[in-house]
């Protein structure tokens, strides 16, 4: 029990680093409601919102370390407005993942195999780690001077970290069906 109290000044800690960055996620929606940007802010606060501290490691190695691979339902909101909107991006096979693992952390299994299903079609072809990532320009036609890349690209979003996530839990799920 000794070693629970001496994480408890991390898990405040971690709570503070938290509510400060929500704070600043909602500030910039409120401030820049129509920026490009505002799909890379809701990754981060669903990213935040999945945060936690791994206590096993710490009673182990009484060394601190962070997770954030299963999200937390209070993110849910966050990955619904990302699916809905930026389905077709790097952000949304994200948002995919994070809804299926809820839905099948809550028992919504064939929800979830259907979400991983699309999540598995969409980006089985992806030949680049990260949607949107620069590529060299011989590799691609000219566009314009004023061509821009996607906001998303700047968050590295590893989509083939996301595929390799997606067909585990739905092998898993699909196997193991009532």
């Not at 799909?39 to 190695?61: C, M, P, S, W």
């Not at 299903?117 to 036609?141: C, D, F, K, N, Q």
């Amino acid at each position: 029990m000794a070693l629970a109290a001496d994480l408890e000044p991390y898990r405040w800690e971690l709570a503070a680093h938290q509510a400060d960055l929500l704070d600043q996620c909602d500030a910039f929606q409120r401030t820049f409601p129509e920026s490009r940007y505002v799909f890379n802010v809701l990754y981060l606060k669903g990213r935040a919102l999945d945060t936690r501290i791994d206590v096993a490691e710490f009673q182990h190695t009484h060394w601190i370390r962070f997770y954030d691979d299963m999200p937390s339902v209070r993110s849910r909101l966050a990955w619904r407005i990302i699916e809905e909107h930026r389905r077709d991006s790097a952000l949304g096979a994200a948002a995919l993942l994070r809804l299926a693992q809820l839905e099948a952390r809550e028992g919504e299994v064939d929800k979830a195999v259907h979400r991983l299903s699309e999540l598995i079609a969409r980006y089985a072809t992806v030949e680049h780690e990260v949607i949107g990532e620069h590529v060299p320009a011989l590799e691609i036609p000219y566009r314009g001077a004023l061509t821009r890349q996607s906001p998303e690209v700047s968050l590295g979003i590893p989509v083939k970290r996301l595929l390799l996530e997606a067909n585990r839990l739905h092998e898993l799920c699909t196997l193991n069906r009532d």
